[in-house]
T-cell receptor, first 115, second 114 residues
Framework: AQSVTQLGSHVSVSEGALVLLRCNYS??????LFWYVQYPNQGLQLLLK??????LVKGINGFEAEFKKSETSFHLTKPSAHMSDAAEYFC?????????????FGKGTKLSVKP | DADVTQTPRNRITKTGKRIMLECSQT?????MYWYRQDPGLGLRLIYY???????NKGEISDGYSVSRQAQAKFSLSLESAIPNQTALYFC?????????????FGPGTRLTVT
């Protein structure tokens, strides 16, 4: 069965500092991996996704993530945090080919950005 | 206009009442989903539908029912609401033809059961 673990329910960084949000997954088949962002009082918005091909994936707002099969990880990074990045971030996994068509979500990491 | 809309956006109801949350989409997607979000628990799948004639239970379907009235409409009902159903509810859609499982979310309905 698939699962997703996000290390750290809250992460706080200073403006301009590196953002690193951790995600590890468990899947019996090649996974599709996603990061979603949820701003206050809004729905979830797709930040980036990995399906096949290049393991370093670039998303919106300067975020990127790297799929590391050997570490079963898909950590999200941004070189320089901005105040507007404060939000909750969710990592999600699905089975390759969408055999169930469902996403399994992690519990989320709330990012705070200090001025 | 938003691609995935949910009504109502906020609802306060009393224990034992029946309530329906509605979701509509203009994306032309065949797949639709209902999730609930609770602080610290992430998103949990309640029901999903791959087409109008296909309804499937998710992780936490007890106490909920759904109706897929058309490809674009997917409703979630609480037959007899209870306080632990207080949560933020999201509808989502995806295009099954792509096989990519990328989902698009509505803005959410905040439900409070007193």
């Amino acid at each position: 069965a698939q699962s997703v673990t996000q290390l750290g329910s809250h992460v706080s960084v200073s403006e301009g500092a590196l953002v690193l949000l951790r995600c590890n997954y468990s899947s019996s088949v090649p996974p599709y991996l996603f990061w979603y962002v949820q701003y206050p009082n809004q729905g979830l918005q797709l930040l980036l996704k990995y399906t096949t091909g290049a393991t370093l994936v670039k998303g919106i707002n300067g975020f990127e993530a790297e799929f590391k099969k050997s570490e079963t990880s898909f950590h999200l990074t941004k070189p320089s945090a901005h105040m507007s990045d404060a939000a909750e971030y969710f990592c999600a996994v699905s089975e390759w080919g969408g055999s169930q068509g469902n996403l399994i979500f992690g519990k989320g990491t709330k990012l705070s950005v200090k001025p | 206009d938003a691609d995935v809309t949910q009504t109502p956006r906020n609802r306060i109801t009393k224990t034992g009442k029946r309530i329906m949350l509605e979701c509509s989409q203009t994306k032309g997607h065949d797949r639709m989903y209902w999730y609930r979000q609770d602080p610290g628990l992430g998103l949990r799948l309640i029901y999903y539908s791959f087409d109008v004639k296909d309804i499937n239970k998710g992780e936490i379907s007890d106490g909920y029912s759904v109706s897929r009235q058309a490809q674009a409409k997917f409703s979630l009902s609480l037959e007899s609401a209870i306080p632990n159903q207080t949560a933020l509810y999201f509808c989502a859609t995806s295009d099954g033809r792509t096989g990519l499982d990328e989902q698009y979310f509505g803005p959410g309905t905040r439900l409070t059961v007193t």
